[in-house]
């Protein structure tokens, strides 16, 4: 049976999207406003997430780009809106951060009360978190007066105006402390100077002997009668927190909001916090510090967040993480802390029910219809799906188009060797940049140099299952024998003390997690993990778990030793003390650490890891451009023409940005422009392409 253009379109319009990253304004769509509801596809069975979030406590979302953080949000404060008690409010935490960037406060006044580069960034910390608060207000305002107007009126008359003064008057009296901080720093300043000359007095009456040697093992025996010394190593952060925590004051935001919030009949007002952890770790430390903690803390729980996260990159501060939930969205940390048996085929049911859901919306078909089924079941391409997606939507929705390509646009189903191409295509389109644009990215050398060892890493993983690939066919092993043929390498495991070290490469879709179990010696809890679909394909690396329940457990199979020969070249600590800079091995981390990584050697400076550093291949500091100019140049190297709303959904990000930097991009001759009427429906946009100059520059290696 033909596929029709209106079928064609709709499912192209499904996959379009799934494969958006722009936190789920699905209202775009068919101007529903309630779409979301009809389209929103818990992870777990009756709405469990949903109704996880819905209780009235902090919660934090954590899982990879895709998982579907934003779209919960989304969903969830639909869910909000439906009650008339309750304030959902919405903050996009990395768009505000980028745009505190350009900051506009006078540095004058500040001037020698720090260094120029601590300056720099206390600046952009302070209008970050000028611009949370502004953007609380906003929404705070729009949202009562849109969701709360015939209360606000009972209580304020028909007028809104007196309502909208008396929230005014509350924001303007945290604008009244907004320079005490030149004050704080002046008297820090005076202080610290008082606390470095009773240091040098106590100094000599402070011992510290401390054996230290290149071996995992570290003899630490101290003996100390002034601790002035550590307690004068605060970080930055800290003293930026303690600052501007003074400065904004976020009592006056609870007790005043909660007063005036209350009068309007809000029982609680729930503040959604997407995009968190995409700030840098220093801003996010301080932003916890100063707003979300004492909001959450301070309130009587008035005011509760809903987080959304990456795994490795949360920092809660003197939040209690046991009054929170945590949910993880990744397949094998949710259905495992469910405590599913099937862990797998739980994940690979929910990419059944988000394609059926989707495609019965836009298509109104079952998921049959556009896949081949007349040699393999449906149930094969839900299995599949799931073992190059890890049930990511975002992700599905990237194969799907892919496969839309080279299948459905042709009038043909999609076969599993479709899926399989687009494995590969999306692998070294959207995942694989990550290291060989690389090159490519003005960022710090230290960034580069993590870049570079984390491929040094995954090609020594890569190296050992191509080496089992080609032993296995010669074993004798009964476990090996009904795979032969084709050997699958693409599952290994590591002890599971080492994930972190790999956490990168899993957050980056490299690899992806999905068991723990005891070694074949049932002695360590091992992390078990298996390389993306599309790298297998593109390495020839035959992808599976084998035929024997007990294969992937075998010895061969254990890349430990890998993880630790990595750890030895790449990794070291460093004290950060200048005169002195003494090096130790990694495996002496645990050790410092409980000396919070003061250094043994001079006694002052505090130690920090860092990679081992290498002369790494480089470009022309010409053609280097910043991260984000890279990403949106690879998205036009996949799809061109896009517009700038378009390619803001794709990069994560607002069109505001996109036509921003593109100015810059067309300056440099990187890709042109061009107003033109593509869809009628839409009517004339401007859109953009990639110049020959831009594919030849930095995609000529990778198409």
């Known amino acids: 049976m033909k596929i029709n253009d209106h079928e064609k379109n709709s499912f192209y319009l499904m996959v379009d999207s799934l494969k958006k990253s722009r936190r789920a304004d699905l209202s775009d769509i068919n101007n529903d406003d309630d779409i979301i509801e009809e389209l929103y596809v818990d992870p777990l069975d009756g709405e469990f997430v949903l109704k996880s979030c819905l209780r009235p406590n902090t919660t934090m979302l954590i899982g990879r780009k895709g998982t579907g953080k934003s779209t919960i949000i989304a969903r969830l404060q639909h869910e909000y809106r439906k009650d008339n008690d309750k304030l959902s409010l919405y903050i996009d935490v990395k768009t505000i951060f980028e745009q505190s960037k350009n900051f506009t406060y006078d540095s004058g006044p500040y001037r020698n009360l720090m260094t120029n580069v601590d300056l720099e960034k206390y600046l952009i910390y302070k209008t970050f978190l000028k611009q949370i608060i502004d953007q609380i207000k906003s929404e705070v305002k729009t949202n009562t007066i849109k969701f709360f107007l015939a209360n606000i009126s009972k209580l304020f008359g028909p007028n ?88 904004f004051n976020p009592t006056v935001i609870l007790n005043n909001i909660k007063v005036l919030l209350n009068k309007i009949g809000i029982k ?19 932003f916890v510090d100063t707003i979300v903690s004492p909001l959450n803390n301070w309130s009587d729980e008035y005011f509760k967040f809903k987080i959304a996260a990456y795994p490795g990159r949360i920092y809660l501060g003197d939040i209690d993480p046991q009054k929170i939930e945590q949910i993880r ?77 080279n299948s459905i646009a042709k009038d043909e189903r999609i076969s ?5 191409l687009a494995s590969e295509k999306y692998f070294s389109d959207s995942i694989n940049p990550y290291f060989s644009q690389n090159k490519f990215m003005r960022e710090p050398f230290s960034i580069k140099l993590e870049k570079y060892h984390l491929k040094e890493l995954l090609q020594s993983v890569i190296a050992a299952s191509k080496s089992n690939k080609r032993e296995i066919p010669n074993l004798e092993s009964k476990i090996f024998q009904l795979d032969k043929e084709k050997p699958p390498t693409s599952h290994f495991y590591i002890d599971n003390k080492f994930e972190d070290i790999i956490s990168s490469l899993e957050l980056n879709f490299f690899i992806t997690k999905y068991n723990e179990q005891k070694d074949q010696d049932s002695q360590n809890l091992m992390s078990f993990f298996t390389l993306n679909y599309g790298l297998c394909m593109k390495e020839d690396i035959f992808y599976g778990r084998g035929s024997d329940r007990k294969y992937v457990i ?47 050697i001079c006694r002052k400076g505090n130690c920090e890891i860092e990679h081992v550093s290498v002369e790494i291949p480089n470009v022309d500091e010409s053609i280097q451009i910043p991260e984000f100019d890279i990403s949106l140049l690879n998205s036009l190297n996949i799809e061109e023409p896009q517009y700038p709303s378009s390619l803001a959904q794709e990069l994560d990000c607002t069109y505001q940005k ?21 869809d009628q429906k839409i009517g004339e946009r401007r859109y953009y392409t990639l110049t020959d100059r831009a594919r030849e520059t930095y995609f000529k290696e990778i198409n």
């Open 416 to 420: 599993l060797r479709d899926l399989e």
């Open 554 to 600: 075998q010895r061969r199979f254990n890349y430990t030793e890998i993880i630790k020969k990595y750890i030895s070249n790449a990794k070291q600590i460093r004290c950060q003390n200048a005169e002195c800079s003494h090096i130790f091995s990694y495996e002496t981390l645990n050790s410092l650490q409980l000396f919070n990584m003061l250094c043994p």
């Open 658 to 678: 996109v036509s921003k930097r593109s100015i810059k991009l067309r300056d440099l001759g990187l890709l042109d422009s061009e107003k033109k009427t593509i």
């Open 268 to 286: 609680y007002v729930v503040i959604c916090l997407d995009d968190f952890s995409e700030i840098e770790e220093r801003a996010m430390k301080v």
């Open 329 to 405: 969205l990744d397949y094998y940390d949710l259905y495992q802390s469910r405590k599913v048996t099937d862990i797998q085929a739980e994940a690979q049911k929910s990419v059944k029910k988000l394609l059926t859901t989707r495609i019965s919306y836009f298509c109104h078909q079952l998921p049959e219809y556009f896949f081949d089924t007349s040699k393999n079941p449906i149930e094969d391409y839900y299995k599949m799906l799931f073992d190059i997606t890890a049930s990511v939507p975002r992700n599905v929705g990237w194969i799907l188009w892919y496969s839309y390509q």
């Open 160 to 247: 809104k105006k007196t309502y909208e003064i008396e929230l005014d008057n509350i924001f303007d009296e945290i604008e009244k402390n907004e320079y005490i901080d030149i004050q704080i720093l002046k008297e820090k300043n005076v202080s610290q100077e008082a606390q470095n000359n009773i240091e040098k007095r106590t100094e000599n009456t402070s011992g510290l002997n401390l054996n230290i040697n290149q071996n995992p093992s570290i003899d630490f025996s101290a003996k100390q009668t002034n601790s002035s010394q550590q307690t004068s190593n605060s970080s930055m952060e800290e003293k930026y927190s303690e600052i501007l925590l003074k400065c």
